[in-house]
């Protein structure tokens, strides 16, 4: 799952969704230095990507790229799933998602000091560019896959799964339907038990 997702399987507590968000920058037990809370949210970030790693709906998806897209294949499902979560966002939050991602960048901006000098820097580019609200567009989504093409310096051609996106729009909403309802459920079970 990308950004969008694990913010939003944090639920309501601010902390977890800090720590969910900047989980990828914070490698091995550097987690420790960080308020429980936050270490909290790290920790389920990386509950999150095992289970969906190892499901198998997602490695349906990924097996439709990996053709065309070898390893990269999984970063590009992680993006194209926040955009169904993106663009179906009502039938998961009463939030509007222009109100929902307005209030995470304030939480970011509030919470600045804490952050990891990697998301500091692409902090404002983010917030600039609304990537969060430009997952729920194909066009989003293009210019987000274009950008990550871009920081492969365009070996990965990512950029151009886009086409795979259109293509096979209806296969790729219901496995993420499916999926996402198994991985709301593990996430609550998994907060619980933090």
Same mark, same amino acid.
């Given at each position: 799952?990308?950004?969008?997702?694990?913010?939003?399987? $944090?639920?309501?507590?601010?902390?977890?969704?800090?720590?969910?968000?900047? #989980?990828?920058? %914070?490698?091995?037990?550097?987690?420790?230095?960080?308020?429980?809370?936050?270490?909290k949210g790290?920790?389920?970030?990386r509950?999150?990507?095992?289970?969906?790693?190892?499901?198998?709906? %997602?490695r349906?998806? %990924?097996?439709?790229?990996?053709?065309?897209y070898?390893?990269?294949?999984?970063?590009i499902?992680?993006?194209?799933y926040?955009?169904?979560? #993106? #663009?179906?966002w009502?039938n998961?939050? $009463?939030?509007p998602?222009?109100?929902?991602v307005?209030e995470?960048?304030?939480?970011?901006?509030d919470?600045?000091?804490?952050?990891?000098?990697?998301?500091?820097?692409?902090?404002?580019?983010?917030? #600039?560019d609304?990537?969060l609200?430009s997952?729920a567009?194909?066009?989003g989504?293009?210019?987000i896959?274009?950008q990550?093409?871009q920081r492969?310096k365009?070996?990965?051609k990512?950029?151009?799964?886009?086409?795979?996106?259109e293509?096979?729009?209806?296969?790729?909403?219901?496995?993420? %339907?499916?999926?996402?309802?198994?991985?709301?459920?593990?996430?609550?079970h998994e907060?619980?038990?933090?």
């Amino acid at each position: 799952m990308n950004f969008l997702a694990h913010i939003y399987l $944090s639920g309501d507590d601010d902390h977890l969704k800090i720590g969910n968000f900047i #989980a990828d920058s %914070v490698k091995g037990k550097k987690y420790e230095t960080y308020p429980k809370n936050i270490q909290k949210g790290i920790l389920l970030h990386r509950k999150i990507d095992r289970f969906t790693d190892t499901h198998f709906i %997602v490695r349906e998806s %990924v097996a439709r790229l990996f053709p065309k897209y070898g390893h990269y294949s999984r970063v590009i499902i992680d993006i194209i799933y926040d955009h169904f979560l #993106a #663009a179906d966002w009502n039938n998961y939050s $009463s939030v509007p998602l222009e109100q929902y991602v307005a209030e995470f960048y304030t939480l970011l901006q509030d919470n600045y000091s804490v952050l990891p000098k990697r998301i500091q820097n692409f902090l404002p580019y983010m917030i #600039a560019d609304n990537w969060l609200l430009s997952y729920a567009t194909i066009p989003g989504i293009g210019k987000i896959l274009y950008q990550m093409n871009q920081r492969t310096k365009n070996r990965s051609k990512m950029n151009l799964a886009v086409n795979e996106l259109e293509t096979y729009y209806s296969d790729f909403n219901n496995e993420f %339907v499916s999926f996402f309802k198994e991985l709301q459920t593990y996430t609550q079970h998994e907060i619980k038990k933090l």
